[in-house]
Structure formats: C-alpha cells, structure tokens
T-cell receptor
Framework: KNEVEQSPQNLTAQEGEFITINCSYSVGISALHWLQQHPGGGIVSLFM???GKKKHGRLIATINIQEKHSSLHITASHPRDSAVYIC???????????FGKGTLLTVNP | NAGVTQTPKFQVLKTGQSMTLQCAQD?????MSWYRQDPGMGLRLIHY???????DQGEVPNGYNVSRSTTEDFPLRLLSAAPSQTSVYFC???????????FGQGTRLTVV
C-alpha cells in the first residue's frame, strides 16, 4: 500500500510570503494530485501531474519521480489561499487514490 | 454542466436510523467513489464502482452499502447509523482512462 506523507501539517504565513508544501510517497505512481479544501468547503483539484512541473497563476506544482517527492508552491500568498492542501496519488488502479493527511495553511494579512 | 452533486449538504441522524447519501454526476464518468474524511486522517475509501452494475469495497466499508444502477448515480446507504459514522462524506468521479478526479461538495453527517 502506498503511504503518502505531507509536511508541514500546519503552516502560518504572512501575506506576500512564498509557501512550499511537500509530499512524499512510498511506491511508484501513475499520477499525483494536489487538492484544495477551504474550511467547511468541498474539494477542488488544483493539479494533476505525472512528471515535471505545472503552473496555474500563483501556484506551481513539481514532481520528482525518482525521489518520489512533489512540492506545491504558492507565490505572493494571500489570505484567500488559507485552506487545507491535500496530496493524493494514483497507484496501479486509476480509480483508487491514496491521500495524505493534508496541510493546513493560514495566511495572515 | 453541474459536475458531481451531493445531497444533502448537512444531516443529523439518531443512532440506529438509516439514510441514503445521494451522488450524481453528469460527465458520463465510469468510475465513482465514496470517501469519508475524519480529523487527523486522510480521506479513506468506503466503496467504489467501475461502471453501472459493478461495485466493490474500499478500505472502510463496514456499515455502508452502495449500488450503481445507472452511470450517473452512486448512492451510499447507511444501514443503522452509529456515532462512529459521524464524518464528512465525499463522492468523486473520474473518466475511463483518466486520472483527474472530480469531487462533490461533501455531506456533513452527525450521528447522535
């Protein structure tokens, strides 16, 4: 079974800071997902990647397949970025996801 | 295009009651799943379906039933609610051959 570890568990930042959230997994994967969940809200997919790097606005996701590691970066953080960020991976079956426990990000104005 | 729709958004049940959480998607996705989210834990798979008429158990299936009579709908039934089933439930779908997952808004269930 794939184990997915995220760090840090909690992160507090000041508006404008550069944020990095890390995700490590134990077994080879087909794809890795970064998800966002606002307090009391639903889950939204931010990125799905299997290699390299993707960028959407101020968000950047990278993955290193050899090291089994991914990072989510937020540039120029804003209070509206405050949310739980969840890393999830697809193993061999594309309908089963293994989730990390999430990183709670709080961005203060 | 509504995506994945879950109802209800909130529910309070008494111990022993039964209920059905509804999930519908309009994207013609073959794969659908139910997860529960508890504090301090990652989302855990309850049941999943790879197409109409085909369902299977996930990691934490006890106390829950599912069926998949159509591609669009994947209801989750709680047979006899217990306080341990207090949780946030998410339904998700994905297309055949694809990995991108689409989630519903969640159902927040409290069993008293």
């Amino acid at each position: 079974k794939n184990e997915v570890e995220q760090s840090p568990q909690n992160l507090t930042a000041q508006e404008g800071e550069f944020i990095t959230i890390n995700c490590s997994y134990s077994v080879g994967i087909s794809a890795l997902h970064w998800l966002q969940q606002h307090p009391g809200g639903g889950i939204v997919s931010l990125f799905m990647l299997s290699s390299g790097k993707k960028k959407h606005g101020r968000l950047i996701a990278t993955i290193n397949i050899q090291e089994k590691h991914s990072s989510l970066h937020i540039t120029a953080s804003h209070p509206r970025d405050s949310a739980v960020y969840i890393c999830a991976v697809n193993g061999g079956s594309n309908y089963k996801l293994t989730f990390g426990k999430g990183t709670l990000l709080t961005v203060n104005p | 295009n509504a995506g994945v729709t879950q109802t209800p958004k909130f529910q309070v049940l008494k111990t022993g009651q039964s209920m059905t959480l509804q999930c519908a998607q309009d994207m013609n996705h073959e794969y659908m799943s139910w997860y529960r989210q508890d504090p301090g834990m990652g989302l855990r798979l309850i049941h999943y379906s790879v197409g109409a008429g085909i369902t299977d158990q996930g990691e934490v299936p006890n106390g829950y039933n599912v069926s998949r009579s159509t591609t669009e709908d994947f209801p989750l039934r709680l047979l006899s609610a217990a306080p341990s089933q207090t949780s946030v439930y998410f339904c998700a779908s994905r297309p055949t051959g694809g990995y991108e997952a689409f989630f519903g808004q969640g159902t927040r269930l409290t069993v008293v």
